[in-house]
């Protein structure tokens, strides 16, 4: 009998006729089916949430982040998105900075790489349109004469760091820097700058003349002026030239003028003396580079 008594469930005074399974207390949840549903629907752990705006880890963010335990360097996608956008946001900032900094030294920039990559005498560095004293033509013209001093160099160098200038602006638009890109502002706007110089030359009718002389390198020397875009021919006609030389500043100006190129020439005579020390068919050509803008006065070198 007290073996069949262990056995038998224990029943509580005044329960009397009623099983376990029937009592308030069967119907709760056991500590061991909690244990169950929390590993079934785990709470997410801290390295599964974006360390930014704390939202849940989605896609492959989430493997790599429980594969590492750690959500370090790992971002939601909407966080993602926010700080391309902060950090194309920021990069333009900084690079309109740096594009304004550059912009502020722009004219001495061009002065300096005028001189050292174009041709034009260091005396001249500073020369500009603005600082011209004297009265300009509405269109840039293709020949200035005058007397010695009265600043045909001055205003002719004027005329090619507007070109330069020009042609920076020019390149700046299309082929400005993406913010972003990993493309660096300052050497974008470097390398703009020397391609607008690339097509711009100042060189003396003497110093060409000079060049010419070895016939090695003739060819050469010719086709290089032939092929610029914007060439500035200085002191045309100031000494009595050779028949030779004739030929020579012949062949460029003829060429430049059948193949459209944009030339300014300074010269101390007129057209009409040009034409007599020359010959007709180099001047009738000088004409066609633009209107002729004849400078008076005395020498300001001489403080006159």
């Known amino acids: 009998m007290e073996e069949i008594k262990q056995v038998l469930p224990r029943v509580m005074p005044g329960e009397e006729g009623k099983t376990p399974t029937n009592s308030a207390e069967s119907r709760q949840p056991s500590s061991t089916a909690e244990i169950d549903l929390k590993a079934e629907y785990p709470p997410l752990a801290e390295y599964e949430r974006c360390p930014r705006c704390r939202r849940p880890l989605t896609e492959w963010t989430l493997a790599l982040a429980r594969k590492a335990q750690s959500n370090r360097g790992l971002l939601c996608n909407q966080c993602q998105r926010d700080v391309q956008a902060e950090r194309i946001q920021h990069q333009r900032i900084e690079d309109e900075k740096t594009a304004a900094g550059f912009l502020d030294t722009l004219e001495t920039r061009i002065g300096v790489l005028m001189v050292?990559?174009?041709?034009?005498?260091?005396?001249?560095?500073?020369?500009?349109?603005?600082?011209?004293?004297?009265?300009?033509?509405?269109?840039?013209?293709?020949?200035?004469?005058?007397?010695?001093?009265?600043?045909?160099?001055?205003?002719?160098?004027?005329?090619?760091?507007?070109?330069?200038?020009?042609?920076?602006?020019?390149?700046?638009?299309?082929?400005?820097?993406?913010?972003?890109?990993?493309?660096?502002?300052?050497?974008?706007?470097?390398?703009?700058?020397?391609?607008?110089?690339?097509?711009?030359?100042?060189?003396?009718?003497?110093?060409?003349?000079?060049?010419?002389?070895?016939?090695?390198?003739?060819?050469?020397?010719?086709?290089?002026?032939?092929?610029?875009?914007?060439?500035?021919?200085?002191?045309?006609?100031?000494?009595?030239?050779?028949?030779?030389?004739?030929?020579?500043?012949?062949?460029?100006?003829?060429t430049r003028h059948a193949d459209v190129r944009d030339t300014l020439i300074t010269s101390n005579l007129t057209l009409a003396d040009l034409a007599a020390a020359l010959n007709e068919r180099i001047a009738s050509r000088i004409v066609e580079f633009g209107p002729t803008l004849d400078l008076k006065g005395q020498d300001h070198r001489l403080g006159a």
């Open 116 to 254: 050292a990559e174009c041709g034009v005498p260091r005396r001249n560095v500073e020369n500009t349109l603005d600082n011209f004293i004297g009265d300009l033509l509405e269109d840039r013209p293709g020949l200035i004469s005058g007397p010695t001093g009265t600043g045909k160099t001055h205003l002719a160098v004027g005329y090619l760091r507007q070109r330069v200038r020009e042609n920076f602006f020019k390149l700046r638009g299309p082929m400005a820097a993406i913010p972003g890109s990993g493309i660096d502002e300052l050497d974008e706007l470097e390398r703009m700058l020397f391609m607008a110089l690339a097509g711009v030359r100042f060189v003396s009718a003497q110093d060409f003349v000079w060049k010419m002389r070895r016939p090695e390198r003739a060819d050469q020397v010719m086709n290089e002026y032939l092929r610029i875009e914007f060439l500035v021919l200085d002191d045309f006609g100031a000494e009595r030239p050779t028949e030779w030389a004739i030929e020579c500043l012949g062949k460029l100006i003829y």
